[in-house]
């Protein structure tokens, strides 16, 4: 392995040559050794774009998920959406808010590996090593600055909105580029209900999944049907 100079600090060094066992052994290891990896998707992904907190694990930890994106919720829906009542005023609770913790279950880590071997075959080889125990807090950590054109975003709410998703759906976020967001997901939605309700967290999350500027203008329902049973969560803000 050798280090590339793309960015080395105290949180963050970046391997210009990041194989999927690599990244398996430090993703099984993170919570022990405190370094997690993330693939970047190129050179310039805005790391130290943004301030970061003297405490960023710290700030995560202090707010709730649900009220985070109870704020960012952009409903209601529109009079003639068909999809469930619920989107018709506030968010809906959180699915599978049950307590049980998912983040560590060994399919997560399985289905994390299977989008390593994805992503170097892709042709992506630059790692980003992060001195932090969990995937969900590294944008806070870096100081990411892809969503920084939303004035209602910021790195540590959404670092709250990734642990609650790791918990729930085994959803660990495994690259970066300097607009997005990808995750493994291990446990998605597998009912049209659920899915539904995990599609208004994703709209709350990031505005920008209601209109992907490709010609599609997505409802909860017709989104959901895009995230049923879909290993893969793509987040991109303009």
Known sequence: MTTSDLSSSDTVDVLSDGTPTVYDDLLCHARAEHCTPVWLAHDD?????????????GAIGAHDPYRVLAQWWPG??????????????????????????????????????GMAEDVVAYGLRKLA?????????????????????????DNVRLGAVLRSWEERFGAVLSVMSSST??????????????????????????????????????????????????????????
């Not at 599978?96 to 913790?101: K, L, P, Q, T, V």
């Not at 992060?130 to 004035?151: E, K, L």
């Open 45 to 57: 992904c805005r790391l130290g774009f943004l301030p970061v907190p003297d405490d960023p694990v």
């Open 181 to 238: 967001l990808l995750l493994s997901v291990a446990f998605p939605p597998t009912t049209d209900e659920e899915a539904e309700l995990v599609a208004s967290e994703h709209f709350a999350f990031c505005p920008d999944q209601v209109d992907p500027q490709n010609g599609t203008v997505y409802t909860p329902r017709t989104y959901g049907q895009t995230i049923r049973n879909a290993n893969h969560w793509r987040f991109w803000w303009d």
């Open 129 to 153: 090593l992060v001195r932090v125990s969990r995937p969900a807090d590294i944008p806070a950590v870096v100081g990411w600055g892809g969503a920084c054109n939303y004035s209602h975003q």
């Open 76 to 113: 209601p829906c529109p009079d003639d959406c068909a999809c469930l009542d619920p989107f018709l005023g506030e968010l809906p609770p959180l699915t599978r808010a049950d307590g049980e913790d998912r983040s560590r279950d060994l399919r997560t880590f399985e289905e994390a590996s």
